[in-house]
């Protein structure tokens, strides 16, 4: 295999050549020391990566899902206009609840004059706008590329509009030039909440009561999360972010465990409430069977009360029940067939899940965005060099909370425990794969022709970008971004919808129509002609 | 749905709320990718090409191919200059298009980064080609950004090399594969020789035969764009899409421009045949002239099913013009138009059309749909036609929805089918006509649901 991935890389020119093998990994469980791989660095300028920008990261993910804030998108009109809708983080109003502005985009839309002479008059007469119109209680301003450059005060406006009008306003300067991926958007968004949401309510919370962090109801997911968590007696008092509000993220810190399903996007504010206020950290997965039961497991661990245990175990038995027979009937469809997948920073390790449940190997998998530690594991946070992009993202010192801060588990029990669950740990994606397999980061448009023609898997899951070429292929893709507009994929319940839309699949008929008749048979036959007497 | 709109209209200077209008790269990608063999190329962050293409795979569901400079703050703060170079390096040794087109965003505009010098400073290895559009997120509108890239196109391709070629140049607008494949036949049952750019057709709608080719058949060749210098006449369609180009081809080598609408219905596509008739001296062919007869034949037998009824408009300026001019001549009534895209000239043209045919509406150039919503919930409409931005209004204000422009995110098939030419005028109005019956039928009491209608 690695004489394989040595001709697909040798192709390159030789910079280029000499960077990418740097990120490509054959993974081999039996090496002596921990396989190493690189990643969260630059791109290469004309490479046809799919990675997106700081901007795609805080507004498009972390933020953009938070509902009760009318979110202006500070920039001409396409980063506004580009991240209104398009990720299916559903939201509705809860009881109590009043807004919810997601079916709303709102811009600066700026012109030239406005770059020419600044964009700060234009975004504070924006904001009285939105106040005069929709009378909300928070509002977020996120910048884009030119606002940077041109010097916009964004934190100076957000301070002048808390004043004038009374409500909660932030700022997250999160032009699309800053950082190398996404990701230093989720560290902005994460040091904001922080920073000025999380910590600043007051509700009384119950003894079994937890945050979901990562989480963005992508199709729902949060639901079917949340249903279950409620269904065994846990209280969910704050998602971070889908469907979430800042009514409910202020009380995050009220919580008395973080559970953490990307990891990437949102371990910031994971870290950050551990040590502000002692809440630990519990890495979950509620995608696939075994993701599920274990992360259910591990929580109920975590509480350690008997009956929290037993009741654990009856869900997931009636679980099972339910979602089991119809998985099976799908994984005769699926199974043995192979996968691949190269989604952002977390899902590429989800799903090998989901797809175990349906007998499926993962041959190859690569995140878009992620930093070391999501491929090797937290071991490695201490040896990842800072460099001049990560430079530019502020990390916040974070110190102890004296009014609030409070132990949940004795340290005792911590020792005990942190060996046996994920406790404010996470392992990394290279740990869980098979030998032979290829992870690989930042995989770019010739990488993804290369290795399927090689890998040949029977599905590529990745996002809208890639899932055209991969069709043109003739082999299926499905986007584990947006689930092709289905889902939910979380939960019990997700795992059956999947185990459906991919044997779905795999059986659609005009897979086997692909080539035409005639190119299959050979059509030049002799043909009857009248014999002329 | 959209429940936080309220019917009292605020004059907005500040905020722009849910857009009717996109940036200008993603149209100049779009152009771009109507040349064979070419790789748009983003000058600026990562995230404006990924959100480009995204969007332009959402609409026509095939590849969409393009690269990055992929600018970090580095750049931002000293030149783009080293990532264009680097990158023109990169995507011919790996991706080895015949040509690069690449446009600015609204990061390299605004530090003011000098692409023609970048370019001269590139290695192009030889009888390979790099054009580029400045297309400045901060002006204009998506369909800017496509026009600016076709002007490009001329100002480094096209040159008159004295002979001439007795062709017509096509410049088909911002409109679908499907659309400029039907301008294409009609041009073949006119028999008339023409160089049509861009043209994304066998491009966005090329088929799946299990071999990926990343250069599809398709697409506007290099040596016709070139020869567009030599031809009789441009013809433009849609003044806000293809003008300039034409004109652009007119101060360059001398071609004599035509603007003329989008041919969209029975007098949009009567001005596109009149005039290349007239340009070529060719007689328009039985064939064309059953077409129309054929719409006319439907129009006649379908009038009384929207005729009188009251539509809003939404969408790109030459699109929604053409399609206010259909919908008159259907008989509907057009109370609200209105695009994203800035320009007078898109409220003078359609007020002039709306004055002609008694209407008393509403016309807006830069205006957002939440605009729009208002003026609906004023004044109710019956029928909404636009983009799939519209499902949100048509459901908070219960009126259906005609799918017609870009983009189209929740329905397939639309991009390969035309809404140009007599065919197209066929295909709209099914499209109306059925969108309004099966309004009817839901709301019907079941003693009056028609079996016939």
């Given amino acids: 295999m690695k004489d394989r991935v040595s001709r697909i890389i040798e192709q390159y020119p030789a910079k280029v050549y000499k960077n990418r093998k740097e990120h490509i990994v054959v993974v081999d469980q039996d090496c002596e020391s921990p396989q190493t791989i690189t990643a969260n660095t630059r791109t290469i300028p004309g490479i046809i990566t799919s990675r997106g920008c700081c901007y795609a990261g805080c507004k498009g993910v972390v933020i953009g899902p938070i509902k009760d804030a009318v979110t202006i998108t500070h920039g001409p009109i396409g980063c506004g206009y580009y991240s209104w809708g398009t990720r299916r983080n559903k939201a509705r109003l809860e009881e109590g609840e009043q807004d919810n502005f997601l079916n709303y985009c709102f811009s600066t839309d700026l012109q030239e004059g406005d770059i020419v002479f600044g964009g700060e008059k234009k975004l504070r007469q924006a904001i009285d706008e939105a106040v005069e119109i929709f009378h909300p209680q928070n509002i977020m301003i996120c910048s884009t590329c030119p606002v940077g450059l041109i010097g916009d005060d964004i934190k100076a406006v957000a301070n002048w509009a808390e004043q004038k009008h009374n409500i909660k306003v932030l700022a997250f300067s999160c032009e699309g030039y800053k950082g190398v991926t996404q990701s230093a958007g989720h560290h902005i968004a994460n040091n904001e909440l922080m920073k000025h949401v999380i910590g600043t309510g007051e509700a009384e919370v119950g003894k079994y009561s937890v945050n979901l962090l990562g989480e963005y109801n992508i199709g729902g997911d949060s639901w079917e999360i949340e249903r279950i968590l409620k269904k065994i007696g846990y209280e969910v008092v704050s998602v971070m972010t889908g469907n979430g509000s800042i009514e409910k993220i202020k009380n995050a810190h009220k919580a008395n465990l973080n559970l953490v399903q990307c990891y990437r996007s949102i371990n910031y504010i994971a870290d950050m409430i551990h040590t502000k206020y002692g809440t630990d950290w519990l890495k979950v997965n509620f995608i696939g069977i075994e993701g599920i039961t274990q992360s259910l497991r591990d929580m109920a661990r975590y509480f350690d009360d008997p009956a929290l245990t037993a009741r654990t175990e009856e869900v997931i038995t009636e679980e099972l029940e339910e979602v089991m027979p119809v998985i099976e009937k799908y994984r005769r469809i699926c199974e043995g067939k192979t996968a691949a997948m190269y989604v952002g920073g977390s899902r590429a390790l989800h799903y090998q899940y989901l797809f175990q449940d349906l007998g499926m190997e993962t041959v190859l998998a690569g995140f878009e965005f992620a930093h070391r530690d ?65 992870v690989l980061d930042d995989i770019n448009h010739h990488e993804i022709d290369e290795f399927i023609r090689i890998l040949k898997p029977d599905i590529f899951c990745a996002g809208i970008k890639e899932k055209y070429p991969v069709h043109k292929m003739g082999i299926m893709s499905k986007q584990l971004h947006s689930y092709d507009y289905t889902g939910p994929y979380a939960g019990f319940k997700g795992a059956a919808t999947f185990a459906r839309d991919i044997a779905l699949g795999m059986t659609a008929p005009v897979w086997n129509m692909v080539q035409p008749p005639w190119k299959l048979e050979p059509m030049l036959e002799g043909s009857f002609v009248e014999e002329v007497g | 749905m959209l429940d936080r709109t309220p019917a009292e209209y605020i004059e907005r200077k500040g905020i722009v709320i849910n857009p009717a209008k996109t940036c200008q790269p993603i149209g100049a990608m779009y152009a771009s990718l109507g040349i064979h063999g070419c790789l748009p190329h983003s000058h600026g962050s990562q995230g404006c090409c990924s959100y480009h293409r995204m969007h332009l795979s959402r609409h026509f569901r095939d590849p969409v191919m393009a690269s990055t400079s992929s600018f970090t703050e580095g750049a931002a703060v000293f030149g783009g200059g080293a990532n264009l170079k680097t990158a023109i390096k990169n995507i011919f040794s790996i991706y080895n298009p015949d040509i690069i087109a690449v446009h600015t965003t609204c990061l390299s505009e605004t530090i003011g980064d000098d692409i023609p010098t970048y370019i001269n400073q590139s290695e192009i290895p030889a009888g390979k080609v790099v054009i580029h559009a400045n297309t400045p997120s901060y002006v204009g509108s998506h369909v800017t950004g496509f026009s600016n890239m076709v002007k490009a196109m001329v100002k480094y391709l096209s040159v008159k090399d004295g002979k001439p070629n007795n062709k017509v140049n096509i410049i088909p607008g911002f409109v679908n594969p499907g659309d400029m494949r039907e301008i294409k036949r009609i041009m073949k049952v006119l028999k008339i020789e023409y160089i049509m750019f861009p043209d994304t057709s066998g491009v966005l709608d090329a088929p799946l035969t299990g071999k990926y080719e990343m250069y599809p058949s398709g697409g506007a060749r290099i040596e016709d764009i070139r020869d567009a210098g030599n031809s009789m006449a441009t013809v433009a369609l849609g003044s806000f899409a293809s003008a300039d180009g034409a004109e652009e081809l007119r101060k360059k080598a001398k071609v004599h421009p035509v603007i003329l609408n989008t041919p969209i219905g029975i007098k949009g596509t009567d001005d596109f045949l009149m005039a290349l008739s007239r340009l070529t001296s060719k007689e328009i062919p039985e064939e064309l002239e059953e077409e129309r007869g054929q719409v006319i034949d439907i129009m006649v037998d379908l009038h009384d099913q929207y005729q009188g009824q009251k539509v809003a408009i939404f969408g790109d300026p030459d699109v929604v013009i053409a399609l206010t001019g259909f919908v008159l001549e259907m008989g509907m009534i057009p109370q609200f138009v209105l695009t994203g895209t800035p320009g007078e000239a898109f409220e003078r043209q359609v007020d002039h059309m709306l004055k002609d045919a008694g209407v008393e509406g509403k016309v807006k150039a830069a205006g957002d749909l939440f605009t729009l919503q208002q003026w609906i919930k004023e004044s109710p409409v019956d029928l909404l036609i636009g983009t799939s931005y519209g499902k949100f209004i048509a459901r908070a204000e219960d009126i259906p929805l005609v799918r017609v422009g870009f983009p189209i995110l929740d329905r397939g098939v639309h991009s390969y089918m035309p809404v140009v030419g007599y065919r197209g005028a066929m295909r709209l109005i099914e499209m109306i006509s059925n969108a309004l019956l099966e309004r009817q039928d839901r709301d019907a009491l079941d003693e009056d649901l028609e079996l016939i209608m």
């Fill in chain 1, 374 to 438: 999501d491929y090797e594991g937290r071991e490695v946070l201490p040896f990842i060099k800072e460099d001049a992009d990560s430079k530019n993202i502020e990390t916040l010192q974070i110190e102890p909370d004296e009014q609030n801060y409070r132990v949940v588990l004795s340290r005792e029990k911590y020792e005990q425990l942190k060996d046996q669950i994920p406790l404010n740990y996470f392992g990394g994606m290279i740990q869980i794969m098979h030998n032979g397999s290829i």
